[in-house]
Antibody, heavy 123, light 108 residues
Framework: QVQLQQWGAGLLKPSETLSLTCVVY????????WSWIRQTPEKGLEWIGE???????NYNPSLKSRVTISVDTSKNQFSLKLSSVTAADTAVYYC?????????????????WGQGTLVTVSS | EIVLTQSPGTLSLSPGEGVTLSCRAS???????LAWYQRKPGQAPRLLIY???NRATGIPDRFSGSGSGTDFTLTISRLEPEDFAVYYC?????????FGQGTKLEIK
């Protein structure tokens, strides 16, 4: 049984750095990309980016200058940092088990999710 | 980036009815890398379909997906009370992996 559990600060001031961590219980950790996705009433679901145990990362260009996703295989954890937050970054943030490929073919995507963290940016 | 447009925005239906939801892409989706999710209030999205037509583990067979290129559909053959939720499509063939804006199924 795969479970993702996430945590991090829920209230930030403008210009601060958002920091969230997600730990994975069960299943394989290596081989998957690990994703962060957020949801706002205005923009709906937005893919933030993904990281792999190899160090490979892939970010949404709209956030790329402010995002860092890191993966720690020793702890089965991955993290999101988003710098210089503004009110527009207020959202529910989710971690998810992202894409998994076999011989170049993606055979699974976002099949397990964390519980979500509401992050509010307000002065 | 690929823009996904879902239609209709909201549907009012009764349990037992069938429904087909549409997801149209602004450009062709690579290798049919199109997923469908169900989202209920206060819950994380739940993967229903991946690869346009493959049901995820544990998803009832009343859910089916089809399509290729720029046009995809999710069909629910007979609505159960627990199916009333918001449904999203996502393409993951081209980064950034974009989502549609959602279709809300509400009980008539």
């Amino acid at each position: 049984q795969v479970q993702l559990q996430q945590w991090g600060a829920g209230l930030l001031k403008p210009s601060e750095t958002l920091s969230l961590t997600c730990v994975v219980y069960g299943g394989s950790f290596s081989g998957y990309y690990w994703s962060w996705i957020r949801q706002t009433p205005e923009k709906g679901l937005e893919w933030i980016g993904e990281g792999h145990h190899s160090g490979s990362t892939n970010y949404n260009p709209s956030l790329k200058s402010r995002v860092t996703i890191s993966v720690d295989t020793s702890k089965n954890q991955f993290s999101l940092k988003l710098s210089s937050v503004t009110a527009a970054d207020t959202a529910v943030y989710y971690c998810a088990r992202g894409r998994y490929s076999v011989r170049g073919i993606i055979i699974s995507i976002n099949d397990y999710w964390g519980q979500g963290t509401l992050v509010t940016v307000s002065s | 980036e690929i823009v996904l447009t879902q239609s209709p925005g909201t549907l009012s239906l009764s349990p037992g009815e069938g429904v087909t939801l549409s997801c149209r892409a602004s450009q062709s989706v690579t290798s049919r890398y199109l997923a469908w999710y169900q989202r209920k209030p206060g819950q994380a999205p739940r993967l229903l379909i991946y690869g346009a037509s493959n049901r995820a583990t544990g998803i009832p067979d009343r859910f089916s997906g089809s399509g290729s290129g720029t046009d995809f559909t999710l069909t629910i053959s007979r609505l159960e009370p627990e199916d009333f939720a918001v449904y999203y499509c996502q393409q993951y063939g081209s980064s950034p992996y974009t989502f549609g804006q959602g279709t809300k199924l509400e009980i008539k």
